[in-house]
């Protein structure tokens, strides 16, 4: 395991060892690097967190469900989420576990900036929806944004430009 290591540049330092040594190994960039990228893909890279209002958007919610799953991916909610932990750290767990992520910026929620913030300082790519005639902030304006006109155009819109740019 270990020449098979040091092959693929991720450790040096240890050849040489007898059986009661204590291995002299020095992990290689190259080795964060691969830890960094297997973290950002955990959870079988299948989950997605969706950061979004959710104050009486239930056809918005299921309008990108249904986009993210026609993808082949699963949706995360974190209001739908059973956990014993404050949500905070709760929701920036889900956001690290996840794939990528999914915001909708319609309502200008302020968790949702945050949310899609933290994301992308964590290398995560973000999808980023808005209904059509709602002005974006500018930080977040020059992103490529999915604009929407009604919910029944999200689920093909989604689905198209996870298949673009995710897979």
């Not at 239930?58 to 026609?70: C, D, N, T, V, Y």
């Not at 949310?115 to 973000?126: D, I, N, Q, R, S």
Request: aromatic share 8%; proline share 4%; with cysteine.
């Amino acid at each position: 395991m270990l020449r098979c290591l040091a092959e693929q540049g991720y450790i040096e330092n240890y050849l040489g060892l007898r059986c009661n040594d204590t291995p002299p190994i020095t992990l290689m960039p190259s080795a964060y690097a691969r830890i960094d990228e297997i973290q950002r893909n955990t959870a079988n890279g299948k989950n997605v967190l969706v950061a979004m209002s959710f104050n009486n958007t239930e056809k918005l919610r299921e309008a990108i469900r249904e986009g993210i799953q026609s993808a082949g991916y699963i949706a995360i909610f974190i209001d739908e989420v059973q956990h014993n932990e404050l949500i905070t750290p709760e929701l920036l767990k889900h956001i690290k576990d996840s794939k990528f992520v999914v915001v909708d910026l319609t309502h200008q929620n302020n968790g949702a900036y945050f949310e899609e913030g933290y994301a992308m300082g964590l290398g995560k790519p973000v999808i980023q929806l808005c209904k059509r005639g709602v002005q974006l902030h500018f930080d977040i304006a020059q992103k490529n944004t999915i604009m929407w006109a009604t919910e029944d155009d999200i689920p093909g819109l989604l689905q198209k430009r996870i298949a673009a740019t995710i897979e």
